[in-house]
């Protein structure tokens, strides 16, 4: 990690937005900028300062992990410390995480900081935008999360029999996970069968998956912090007709969308690609959700992949995709890749095997 060059990039955004300082509070954030991987801790950026603020607990470990950051030792509410920093800074203009920082907490800080004629300024997504093109270093990472979770997929479609419960077969795959190296899973497993696989988002549940159903599998592993992100739809024994039927259009809409999106596209036009297989078979009105997402230190993260995207897919940005039709009362079949672009085209990470068995 190069926190120099990061550091260095943000000051030309903070320069080109006419930001005087900025206060990083959002956990992601104030990792990808410092490397510091405690779990309290305020960053405060100008373009002549870097301060790490944290309290006793995590003094020595900023110094491990946060050399190039002027350590702060603090006690109490931000509200208490944070104006003596602006002061000592002589900062007139703060900007400030918008989508992280509270109601309550904006409200604390602009009455500490009024009597010294501080504005505070709502910033969007500015160390976001930062982090969508990858550089190598993470792409490493994401690659080596994505190998561990193809290899838990290939686990749990060898293990997978009439009778296991959606329970069962989750904590199975997610201990596969972590004994061969996840960190903290960057979200819950699901696993969904039958008429539950109808739900995107399902959470595992008793019930006993049953023979020839869809069983839809999403499951992503955490390495060095960053995540990946894989779905497959698999059955247990001969799929039914339906089912069938239903995964080749779904694995048409993939191969689709992968094979003609390219750098400088939208994240509509890439949507657009398997949208139109799907409407043409007759579900259009079963896929709900967009075709994908950005993916790194958090699961969903920019760009977006959708019918309203105006995100333009470059270079080095990772992102998902994965397509789907779900049929209330029957299920679904989604089929999910991590990819990265490179050279102007579509490379995908995931390799765990397609197919229904």
Do not use: C
């Amino acid at each position: 990690m190069n926190t120099l060059k990061r550091l260095a990039t943000l000051h030309t955004s903070m320069t080109q937005q006419g930001l005087e300082a900025i206060l990083i509070t959002q956990a992601e954030n104030r990792y990808y900028l410092s490397g510091f991987t405690g779990s309290a801790g305020y960053l405060i950026i100008t373009t002549n300062a870097a301060i790490l603020a944290t309290d006793f607990r995590y003094v020595e470990q900023v110094g491990r992990q946060a050399p190039d950051y002027d350590l702060r030792q603090i006690t109490g509410d931000v509200a208490t410390w944070l104006p003596l920093i602006l002061a000592e800074l002589n900062i007139k203009e703060l900007a400030f995480e918008a989508e992280d920082l509270t109601v309550s907490r904006h409200n604390k800080l602009q009455d500490s900081t009024r009597h010294l004629g501080i504005k505070l300024v709502a910033t969007g997504n500015i160390v976001e935008k930062l982090r969508t093109i990858k550089e190598p270093g993470e792409i490493e990472l994401i690659t080596r999360a994505v190998a561990l979770a193809d290899a838990a997929m290939d686990y749990a479609a060898s293990i997978i029999q009439p009778g296991l419960t959606e329970l069962a077969l989750g904590w199975e795959i997610e201990s596969f996970m972590r004994t061969n190296g996840s960190e903290a899973l960057p979200f819950e497993v699901i696993v969904a069968a039958g008429p539950n696989s109808s739900l995107p988002h399902a959470q595992p549940s008793d019930r006993p998956i049953g023979p020839g159903e869809p069983i839809v599998i999403d499951i992503g592993a955490r390495i060095g912090g960053y995540a990946s992100d894989l779905t497959r739809t698999l059955s247990a024994g001969q799929p039914e007709a339906e089912l069938k039927n239903i995964y080749d259009i779904v694995l048409q809409a993939q191969v689709s969308a992968e094979e003609k999106i390219t750098a400088g596209k939208t994240g509509h036009e890439a949507d657009s690609f398997a949208r139109e297989i799907i409407t043409r078979a007759g579900y259009g009105d079963n896929f709900g959700h967009g075709l994908g997402h950005g993916l790194g230190l958090v699961t969903h993260e920019e760009p977006r992949l959708g019918p309203n995207s105006t995100d333009q897919l470059q270079d080095n940005m990772v992102f998902t995709i994965e397509p789907g039709i779900y049929i209330p009362g029957w299920g679904g079949v989604r089929i999910e890749d991590t990819v990265v672009m490179k050279d102007g085209k579509i490379s995908i990470l995931s390799r765990a095997r397609k197919g229904l068995s």
